[in-house]
């Protein structure tokens, strides 16, 4: 893990960010001994997530129109 200083993250925060987001978290020291670690949000839902349509069909027509649209 990489440790910046306060004064360092003022010069190099896209450093710092890139280096979280590579090893999942990176720390901040600050001159009263503090340290804070920063770290990348993960989103809880994934970019494939979407709602389903009820399009009112049964899965045997569902399944014809598949069928119909292969044989092209």
């Known amino acids: 893990m990489t440790t910046f200083t306060d004064d ?3 010069q190099r925060l896209d450093d710092l960010l890139r280096i979280a ?3 999942g978290e990176a ?3 600050v001159p009263d ?3 804070y670690t920063e770290r ?3 989103p809880d839902d ?3 997530d ?3 349509v009820s399009l009112g069909l049964t899965r045997q027509e569902f ?3 598949v069928h119909e649209s292969r044989e092209w």
């Open 33 to 35: 001994g503090q340290e």
């Open 21 to 23: 987001r590579s090893q």
């Open 46 to 48: 994934s970019p494939f």
């Open 40 to 42: 990348p949000l993960c």
């Open 63 to 65: 399944v014809g129109f």
């Open 27 to 29: 720390r901040i020291k």
């Open 8 to 10: 360092q993250v003022r």
């Open 50 to 52: 979407i709602a389903g």
